[in-house]
Structure formats: structure tokens, C-alpha cells
């Protein structure tokens, strides 16, 4: 089995949301889930003070917890690494959502239902990128086959930053060129 991932540039992202924005048109979600949302933190102290941003997504991680965890199978892992959700098969009891340590399946009051990324699974079949990798001005995001991803971008990217939860478990297919100020223990999150 393939696994697939995103790169995330952080030193190119500027926080401007426009992923964010693109994901939910792209998903027609207008209440509280976000399949895709961007955190604004500042480390640092004073005169090295710095402030950067995260994108974050599902990681479509090796050993996802929402998969092993779901009683049905609604949540599973596909051909190209990708985790994926069947809404059909799905019994709305929210053990994927207190299972991920990410935050990525989410519940949508207003559909009444498990929503989560999906990489623009429809999309990349077509042959086209997640519309979050096209909506970035910066050209931040990337997604792919992980070890292309991990060829082009090996050197300096990391999996993991003091911001994200610590989960071993799970191993994440993300790939982050961190800024800096990403890589101090003492962050704040605000609001930009």
C-alpha cells in the first residue's frame, strides 16, 4: 500500500486562510467544523519574539486511531494511504473524533454528521490537486505520494512541532519546513 501526505511549507505561509476558506466552499460546511483550519502562535521572548501559523488538516496518518478505533469501519484507510470516511456505514457515535489526537474528524451538527478530509479524494481521481494545495497563494501546501514528498522536501522538514500533540502511534504522513519560531517549547496561540 502507497501512503499518501501533505507537505507544509510554514516559512512560505503567511496565515491568510485562504485553504481554510477553499476547503469549506469546496465541502459546503458553513457551521463549526473546519476540514482544513490555520492557528496563529507567537514564541519567542522579547527581543526574539516570533509569530507563525499552522495549517492543519487530516495527516492520513500510517496507524490512524480514528480507523482502529471506529466499531463499524465507516472510518478506513484506502488503496493510496488516504483515511477515509462512509458516511453510509457510519453510526454517528463520535469514537473517531475523541480517538484522533489531531482534531480531524469532526462532528457537523447541522449535516448530522462525521466529516473529516478527505484530500479531495473526487478531485485527485480527476487527475487535480486538493483545492487547499491550489488555493494557496503562497504555494505552502503540497500533497502527494509521502516519500516524493520526503525526496523533494527531506532535508529540514519534520513531522512534529512543540504546537501538535505528541503521538508517537499514530505517525502522521505530514511533512513541515518549519519557520523558527515553530521549533521553540514556549508558544502562545493568538488570534491574527
Not at 32 to 59: D, I, K, M, Q
Not at 137 to 165: I, K, T, W, Y
Request: proline fraction near 5%; aromatic fraction near 6%.
Amino acid at each position: 500500500m502507497s501512503q499518501i501526505g501533505f507537505y507544509y511549507n510554514e516559512s512560505a505561509c503567511i496565515g491568510c486562510r485562504a485553504c481554510q476558506v477553499a476547503c469549506k466552499d469546496r465541502n459546503d460546511v458553513s457551521d463549526e467544523v473546519a476540514l482544513r483550519w490555520v492557528t496563529s502562535y507567537e514564541a519567542g521572548e522579547f527581543p526574539r519574539v516570533g509569530v507563525y501559523h499552522f495549517a492543519a488538516a487530516c495527516n492520513h496518518c500510517a496507524e490512524p486511531a480514528c480507523v482502529a478505533n471506529c466499531p463499524t469501519g465507516a472510518m478506513f484507510k484506502s488503496e493510496d494511504g488516504s483515511v477515509l470516511h462512509d458516511d453510509e456505514v457510519c453510526i454517528g457515535c463520535k469514537t473517531c473524533v475523541a480517538s484522533c489526537p489531531y482534531g480531524a474528524p469532526q462532528y457537523s451538527e447541522g449535516k448530522d454528521l462525521i466529516m473529516k478530509c478527505d484530500s479531495c479524494k473526487a478531485l485527485r481521481d480527476a487527475g487535480m490537486n486538493s483545492v487547499c494545495v491550489d488555493a494557496c497563494p503562497m504555494r505552502a501546501l503540497e500533497f502527494g505520494e509521502l516519500s516524493d514528498l520526503q525526496s523533494r522536501h527531506g532535508d529540514g522538514a519534520v513531522s512534529a512541532l512543540p504546537c501538535l500533540p505528541s503521538d508517537e502511534t499514530t505517525h502522521p504522513s505530514l511533512l513541515i519546513e518549519p519557520r523558527q519560531a515553530a521549533l521553540e517549547e514556549s508558544f502562545t496561540q493568538v488570534i491574527v
